[in-house]
């Protein structure tokens, strides 16, 4: 990909209590940018479901990394964390039943980063997860 033009970094604790904070550092840099608000919502929801996976999921995990940057046409979003190895690109990919009524209660946030992103990558390196989805400008 081509060089950052703008970008956003933020590590905190895989905790739950630490979303907001995070979505408001990241409404900051959509703002910022003057993405359109489909843009910043898709990667607001993106950020929001990984960030929620590390503190749900990882763990184990003492910190995770968040980075946003603008590279031309796309954003590139990277979650990094410390905890156990788990590449989500390979799990199944859910959708929502038509009966809602009868639909089984999680397990749709990386259903939805996928479909959200042009692309999802997956790399384990020195003991971290790095997680990398790419959203479109459109």
Same mark, same amino acid.
């Given at each position: 990909?081509?060089?950052?033009?703008?970008?956003? %970094?933020? %590590?905190?604790? +895989?905790?739950?209590?630490?979303? +907001?904070?995070?979505?408001?550092?990241?409404?900051?840099? #959509?703002?910022?940018?003057?993405?359109?608000?489909?843009? #910043?919502?898709?990667?607001?929801?993106?950020?929001?479901?990984?960030?929620?996976?590390?503190?749900?999921?990882?763990?184990?995990?003492?910190?995770?990394?968040?980075?946003? #940057?603008?590279?031309?046409?796309?954003?590139?979003?990277?979650?990094?964390?410390?905890? +156990? #190895?788990?590449? +989500?690109?390979?799990?199944?990919?859910?959708?929502?039943?038509?009966?809602?009524?009868?639909?089984?209660?999680?397990?749709?946030?990386? %259903?939805?980063?996928?479909?959200? %992103?042009?692309?999802?990558?997956?790399?384990?390196?020195?003991?971290?997860?790095?997680?990398?989805?790419?959203?479109?400008?459109?």
């Amino acid at each position: 990909m081509n060089k950052a033009v703008s970008q956003v %970094s933020i %590590s905190v604790a +895989p905790e739950a209590e630490e979303v +907001p904070r995070v979505l408001d550092a990241i409404e900051g840099f #959509a703002s910022g940018i003057s993405l359109t608000a489909r843009v #910043a919502n898709r990667l607001s929801v993106v950020v929001e479901e990984l960030l929620a996976n590390v503190a749900m999921h990882a763990q184990g995990a003492t910190q995770v990394g968040i980075k946003v #940057a603008l590279m031309g046409d796309a954003l590139e979003v990277t979650v990094e964390d410390d905890g +156990p #190895a788990f590449n +989500p690109t390979l799990g199944e990919i859910r959708t929502v039943d038509e009966d809602l009524d009868n639909a089984v209660i999680g397990g749709l946030g990386l %259903s939805l980063v996928r479909q959200m %992103s042009s692309s999802l990558t997956y790399e384990r390196s020195d003991g971290t997860n790095r997680l990398t989805a790419v959203l479109t400008l459109q």
